[in-house]
């Protein structure tokens, strides 16, 4: 071997387990203080998930340990909502995760999460769920709360990573944190997107090619609306609002500038950071997106 070379490291094995047993044997083999982290996702997964197991890594070094879940929480679905059309494709996550790093798959069946049925206790988002999301999908954020603090319980992670697109989420589970002491850094990565703009997603997959198209309108609006910023308030509403008048195929749920502290719509004075967020359904497919805004 040539002086200063270094044998090459053999591939990260990728371990999937059904089982809270099975993850703890596997995902804690010894007692070697490291870093590590934890994605959690409902499988499906696709670039956007890739970067956050990505981020994962990078924060915990090779040394470190990155543990991604699949799990599709019947909690979060309220009545009519997708939960038996919601996508399964565990074999393609589990590639997926060994390719970006990961060593642990946790993939747990409902009866592994939820051994007494459904938990007679829930945790409460309280009054940042009630609004945008939380008033579309009634109980979403509770059932949400829910199995995060179940699965940061189990995987007891030094951080955790949470995708930027869906906002409302992150700042709950950010506050749940903060309240409640949870030892865990909560880290948001930003949304990847198409290079025409739309934000990655689950549930694009079932949009048809027309429908496709028409979903561009809401990055378009939200970029519209970003740069109007320096305009003010008023003027990000607007800018966004006149993209989606009228957009073809697009049903508007909301469009609303929210001040990321509290999740509440920010005040036509309001300035500093925002999020511009949108939910709409394209087709018979509900699609929500957003950006950060700087109000001036």
Known sequence: MARGKQPAKA????????????????????????????????GALHAGHAALVRAARKQVGRDGRVAVTVFVNPLQFGAGEDLDRYPRTLDADLELAREMGADVVFAPTVEEMY??????????????GDGFEGAARPGHFDGVLTVVAKLLHITD?????FGEKDAQQLAI?????????????????????????LALSSRNRFLS???????LALSRALFAGRDAGAKGAKAVRE??????????????????????????EAPDDFTGEAVLAVAAKVGPTRLIDNVGVIVR
């Open 239 to 264: 800018a966004a609002a006149d993209v989606l008048d009228g957009a073809e195929g697009v049903t508007l749920d909301y469009l609303a500038l929210i001040d990321p502290d509290s999740f509440t």
């Open 173 to 197: 589970i950010r506050r749940m944190v903060a309240d409640l002491d949870f030892d865990v850094e909560i880290v948001g990565v930003p949304t990847v997107r198409e290079e025409d703009g």
């Open 157 to 161: 992670p030094d951080f955790a990573f």
């Open 209 to 215: 090619d027309t429908e496709r198209g028409h979903a």
């Open 11 to 42: 591939p990260r094995t990728t371990v999937l387990t059904r089982t809270v047993g099975e993850f703890e044997a596997a995902f804690w083999p010894d007692e070697q203080p490291v870093d590590n982290a934890v994605v959690m996702t409902m």
């Open 115 to 128: 051994p007494n049925g459904e938990p007679l206790v829930r945790l409460s988002a309280g009054p940042m």
